[in-house]
């Protein structure tokens, strides 16, 4: 209290303290800064398009008179000529984690100011990401080879396909850009700019390793609607 | 809290979240050790009720430890985190309209188109 509206403020955390932090014309967020902040707030959007997408998803597949088809079977693939269930999307769901694993890695080595372990970590987070989309792209290719159509298949409900396509394209687009993004950091890192606290070349705000964890955030995000995609479009 | 808030403006540059890179990797091999065994619902094949609260459990257990824990929300203040994982509540009462949105259209059809499910 006795520095109102200033960044930080030994406040206790607790029901108190929440009203405190969001009452009388000051800072609402004492510890996380507006980079920070933004961030979160876009990805709560974010969470409401995923969310909508999963819904309608949900409505098509509950209202349809005609049986879903089995994604068991339909995401199956031959393996010493046996089916194997699920088998390219259990590796698609470690792989993204193991990406999720090194970034919070590169987010901590980034506030200990060590560079390259920062850098280098990024770049496996990146590749981690890539193969992601191309094992995606993979799965697009065969199931649209057997036929999977936004307004139809083989198997069952046409909503399948469109549900199908919306929802993992979406986030195969969010991977994608998470990649560009993640390419773009990783070499800021390498050049030095945040121990330099380098200009931003559109912002000229000062460079600093902050970026790297807002940055984690959106990655460990693309990850987490993973886990929902996983559960209830592959797994329900 | 009020100790890394005062450690910020001890030193004026160390900044953001300290924790050793042991803890990232435990919460890596949880992660592994939950997606395999929502992996496993699918392959051994579990139907009805337990297979669908296994799925849920396993997901929301996966993405309690990515928020809390890599997102750092766990040692984030209280207002950040509840100005965040309020609003997705919203969806939930959502999910509740749409079911019986789905529900109504189904009877509709099936009275109507005579198809059953």
Known sequence: MANPGGPAIARPNDLKGFSDDWSSDQQ???TASWGKVMMWIFLLSDTFIFSCFLLSYMTVRMSTTTPWPNPSE???????GKPVPLILIAIMTFILISSSGTMAMAVNYGYRRDRVKT???MWVTAAFGASFVGMQALEWTKLIREGVRPWGNPWGAEQFGSSFFMITGFHGTHVTIGVIFLLIVARKVWRGDFDHERHGFFTSRKGRYE??????????FVDLVWVFIFALFYLW | MSHATTANQATGHAEGQHHPIKLYLVIWGWLFVLSA???LVDYLGFQGYLRWFLILLFMFVKAGLIVGIFMHMAWERLTLICAILVPPVAVLVFVGIMIVEANYTLITRVVFFGAGP
């Not at chain 1, 339909?74 to 010493?80: M, N």
Request: net charge negative; aromatic share 20%; hydrophobic share 60%.
């Open chain 1, 74 to 80: 339909v995401f199956a693939l031959e393996i010493g």
């Open chain 1, 119 to 121: 850098a280098v970590l």
């Open chain 2, 37 to 39: 065994c929502s992996y």
């Open chain 1, 28 to 30: 609402v967020f004492k």
């Open chain 1, 211 to 220: 970026i790297v964890e807002i940055m984690g955030l959106y990655w460990h």
